[in-house]
């Protein structure tokens, strides 16, 4: 067994663009959920329209970078009213199917044939982020050790990345901590009782909604940026339910946890992924064995991460650090 | 029935000559049940009034209805002469009317201290763009914790303070949400059977703290099923059944009435064989 290489992978997946981008993603659902009991099942809906509206702003008008992606996140803002203006007065759990709903019927308008002139339709728009990787200050090479390495494109997004997990968790941090972030709490353990206060708590579950959703916005931003360009098949559904994995992995209603929640998920699932590479190459596996897993490395690492997460769900549901207590108290 | 008539027809005179909350022709029907059919329905200003009455009633209900958590399908009603139609639950309780509920509805994973401070009203801080900039409600903040703290004193809880309030106990709870309801600055405040499943020893504190409000000023309606609580503390008493008013009255007289106590046991009680009297058709 090559230790080595399993170990670099894990590690490159685990503090590369992709886990930046979930961090991202878990993050706008912490907000959504941890704190304000929304939930949001939609959530790559919002990063969806993040990396298209940057990505049709560029390719499709030509526009720059810059205003591509305040008209992406825009576009979150109009979505997230879209969506909780008729929603929030409704039941939690009509939300929370309304939202899944509302990302998938998104996805397949951006992906059908007619939308191609604008959206690229199934073959998706490419080449939109030049203008990005032009400010890189990184210079060329690889830099790492073993399979650990980044090419400096990659290091340049990862920078921008990581310092937009920074800004909005301590964004996420001081709105939860300030007046404001109080009342939402509140709402997230009896509406009602809140709004026997005064509190106008559908306009706080607005505010919530969109905040979140434009964190989420950023995630598909970097995506797009990441990849240069931006796919239907990118954002499907399971794309929200990762997140989730990372967010209750890493603990409901803390600051690190997404963050933290989103690197480990990124680090097992890579890193079992390529155990499991490397071991259908083992001499000493039986031949059937050695069958069934070539090929087949990612769902079975997915498959064995849903299954770590049902016995953390046992063990540990409050996630690496979340309190146990809370979870006793209910709402 | 004589009693009861008269006393709707003419209260004791110095009541009702400056209502706080005036209601008028409010309905309620759930399908083809009439839940609530209140025709009018005062509240004296600086008074405590009980609204009693069997299971059913139609008392929370009312409640809910005043209180803006459910819609009346006819009826107006109206706060110091502001009408209250149509109007939200929050905008109702900023206009000063504040409720509690039946069942305690602490923020369980709040502290105790921080269930209290989050019913200060108007408070800059709560609103999302003013919640980056601290210096803006960094004071108001200060003095609403103040407050918050001065009230769990008041209420016996503040040991308890910096605990989530859902390690409270049921007891607690219910001095918490009466603090809670407090920490708004109500002109009237609704309770919902404040002292329902409370030890008889807390229940006393609970009603010191029902006449501490009156003695500051505030109006009080509450839903009570305990008759002795009822006498303890009411100025006035409203005794509702299937939805109606059935008659209402200072406490000893509503208390003697005849129909109330058939209202409550059962009309079989007092009379075997008389048919029920017009208009009231059925058992409560």
């Given at each position: 067994m090559e230790f080595d290489v399993i170990l670099g992978n894990a590690a490159r997946a685990g503090l590369g663009p992709q886990a930046a981008i979930f961090a991202l993603a878990a993050i706008g659902l912490n907000l959504h959920f941890g704190y304000g009991g929304l939930l949001n099942f939609g959530q790559v809906g919002f990063m969806m329209l993040g990396a298209y509206g940057t990505a049709i702003t560029v390719a499709t008008w030509g526009g720059p970078l810059w205003l591509g992606i305040p008209f992406g996140l825009g576009l979150c803002v109009a979505f997230a009213l879209a969506l909780g203006i008729p929603t929030l007065r409704l039941r939690s759990d009509y939300f929370a199917i309304t939202t899944i709903a509302a990302s998938e019927i998104l996805r397949l308008l951006i992906r059908a044939s007619p939308a191609t002139d604008v959206t690229g339709g199934p073959f998706g728009l490419q080449a939109i982020a030049n203008s990005f990787y032009d400010l890189n200050f990184v210079p060329d090479g690889r830099y790492g050790w073993g399979t650990f390495t980044y090419s400096a494109n990659q290091l340049w997004v990862m920078i921008v990345a990581w310092i937009l997990v920074a800004g909005c968790s301590a964004l996420v941090f001081a709105l939860i901590r300030s007046p404001w972030g109080r009342v939402l709490r509140a709402i997230r353990e009896d509406e009602d009782a809140v709004l026997s206060l005064g509190k106008n708590t559908i306009a706080y579950k607005l505010q919530a909604l969109t905040i979140g959703g434009v964190i989420g916005g950023l995630a598909g931003i970097i995506d797009a940026l990441q990849q240069s360009g931006v796919g239907s098949e990118n954002f499907m559904p399971q794309v929200t339910f990762f997140a989730w994995a990372a967010l209750i992995l890493g603990g409901l209603a803390t600051t690190i946890g997404p963050v933290v929640?989103?690197?480990?998920?990124?680090?097992?699932?890579?890193?079992?992924?390529s155990f499991i590479r490397d071991l259908s190459a083992q001499s000493w596996l039986p031949q059937f064995l050695a069958d069934f897993l070539d090929g087949s490395e990612g769902a079975i690492s997915v498959a064995l991460m849903g299954a770590g997460l049902v016995a953390m769900m046992a063990l540990h549901p409050q996630g690496i650090f979340g309190r146990r207590r809370d979870l006793h108290l209910g709402a | 029935m004589t009693t009861a008539t008269a006393t709707a027809a003419a209260p004791a005179p110095g009541w009702k000559q400056d209502p706080i909350l005036v209601v008028k022709?409010?309905?309620?029907?759930?399908?083809?049940?009439?839940?609530?059919?209140?025709?009018?329905?005062?509240?004296?200003?600086?008074?405590?009034?009980?609204?009693?009455?069997p299971n059913g009633a139609g008392k929370t209900t009312l409640f809910n209805l005043l209180s803006g958590f459910d819609r009346p399908n006819a009826g107006a009603w109206t706060l110091d002469g502001l009408p209250l139609s149509g109007l939200r639950p929050h905008r109702i309780a900023r206009l000063g009317m504040v409720r509690?509920?039946?069942?305690?509805?602490?923020?369980?994973?709040?502290?105790?201290?921080?269930?209290?401070?989050?019913?200060?009203?108007?408070?800059?801080?709560?609103?999302?763009?003013?919640?980056?900039?601290?210096?803006?409600?960094?004071?108001?903040?200060?003095?609403?914790?103040?407050?918050?703290?001065?009230?769990?004193?008041?209420?016996?809880?503040?040991?308890?303070?910096?605990?989530?309030?859902?390690?409270?106990?049921?007891?607690?709870?219910?001095?918490?949400?009466?603090?809670?309801?407090?920490?708004?600055?109500?002109?009237?405040?609704?309770?919902?059977?404040?002292?329902?499943?409370?030890?008889?020893?807390?229940?006393?504190?609970?009603?010191?703290?029902?006449?501490?409000?009156?003695?500051?000023?505030v109006t009080i309606v509450f839903v009570e099923h305990d008759m002795d609580v009822v006498q303890d503390i009411s100025d006035w008493v409203v005794v509702m059944a299937q939805g109606?008013?059935?008659?209402?009255?200072?406490?000893?007289?509503?208390?003697?009435?005849?129909?109330?106590?058939?209202?409550?046991?059962?009309?079989?009680?007092?009379?075997?064989?008389?048919?029920?009297?017009?208009?009231?058709?059925g058992d409560a």
């Amino acid at each position: 067994m090559e230790f080595d290489v399993i170990l670099g992978n894990a590690a490159r997946a685990g503090l590369g663009p992709q886990a930046a981008i979930f961090a991202l993603a878990a993050i706008g659902l912490n907000l959504h959920f941890g704190y304000g009991g929304l939930l949001n099942f939609g959530q790559v809906g919002f990063m969806m329209l993040g990396a298209y509206g940057t990505a049709i702003t560029v390719a499709t008008w030509g526009g720059p970078l810059w205003l591509g992606i305040p008209f992406g996140l825009g576009l979150c803002v109009a979505f997230a009213l879209a969506l909780g203006i008729p929603t929030l007065r409704l039941r939690s759990d009509y939300f929370a199917i309304t939202t899944i709903a509302a990302s998938e019927i998104l996805r397949l308008l951006i992906r059908a044939s007619p939308a191609t002139d604008v959206t690229g339709g199934p073959f998706g728009l490419q080449a939109i982020a030049n203008s990005f990787y032009d400010l890189n200050f990184v210079p060329d090479g690889r830099y790492g050790w073993g399979t650990f390495t980044y090419s400096a494109n990659q290091l340049w997004v990862m920078i921008v990345a990581w310092i937009l997990v920074a800004g909005c968790s301590a964004l996420v941090f001081a709105l939860i901590r300030s007046p404001w972030g109080r009342v939402l709490r509140a709402i997230r353990e009896d509406e009602d009782a809140v709004l026997s206060l005064g509190k106008n708590t559908i306009a706080y579950k607005l505010q919530a909604l969109t905040i979140g959703g434009v964190i989420g916005g950023l995630a598909g931003i970097i995506d797009a940026l990441q990849q240069s360009g931006v796919g239907s098949e990118n954002f499907m559904p399971q794309v929200t339910f990762f997140a989730w994995a990372a967010l209750i992995l890493g603990g409901l209603a803390t600051t690190i946890g997404p963050v933290v929640g989103a690197m480990l998920f990124w680090f097992l699932r890579e890193g079992m992924e390529s155990f499991i590479r490397d071991l259908s190459a083992q001499s000493w596996l039986p031949q059937f064995l050695a069958d069934f897993l070539d090929g087949s490395e990612g769902a079975i690492s997915v498959a064995l991460m849903g299954a770590g997460l049902v016995a953390m769900m046992a063990l540990h549901p409050q996630g690496i650090f979340g309190r146990r207590r809370d979870l006793h108290l209910g709402a | 029935m004589t009693t009861a008539t008269a006393t709707a027809a003419a209260p004791a005179p110095g009541w009702k000559q400056d209502p706080i909350l005036v209601v008028k022709g409010m309905r309620r029907a759930f399908g083809g049940l009439l839940a609530v059919d209140v025709d009018r329905l005062e509240i004296k200003r600086g008074a405590i009034t009980a609204i009693i009455g069997p299971n059913g009633a139609g008392k929370t209900t009312l409640f809910n209805l005043l209180s803006g958590f459910d819609r009346p399908n006819a009826g107006a009603w109206t706060l110091d002469g502001l009408p209250l139609s149509g109007l939200r639950p929050h905008r109702i309780a900023r206009l000063g009317m504040v409720r509690t509920f039946q069942l305690t509805r602490s923020l369980a994973r709040l502290t105790v201290l921080e269930n209290v401070i989050v019913a200060a009203q108007a408070q800059r801080g709560e609103r999302l763009d003013h919640a980056l900039l601290r210096w803006l409600w960094r004071d108001e903040e200060e003095r609403a914790r103040e407050r918050a703290r001065l009230l769990l004193q008041r209420f016996g809880i503040e040991h308890m303070a910096d605990e989530q309030a859902g390690t409270l106990s049921g007891g607690q709870r219910k001095l918490l949400e009466m603090a809670r309801a407090l920490m708004a600055e109500p002109k009237l405040v609704m309770l919902d059977e404040p002292t329902a499943g409370v030890n008889p020893a807390l229940t006393q504190s609970l009603l010191t703290h029902i006449r501490g409000l009156k003695e500051q000023g505030v109006t009080i309606v509450f839903v009570e099923h305990d008759m002795d609580v009822v006498q303890d503390i009411s100025d006035w008493v409203v005794v509702m059944a299937q939805g109606r008013i059935l008659t209402e009255g200072r406490p000893g007289e509503v208390i003697a009435d005849e129909n109330v106590i058939d209202a409550y046991l059962g009309r079989a009680h007092t009379d075997p064989d008389g048919a029920p009297p017009a208009g009231e058709a059925g058992d409560a």
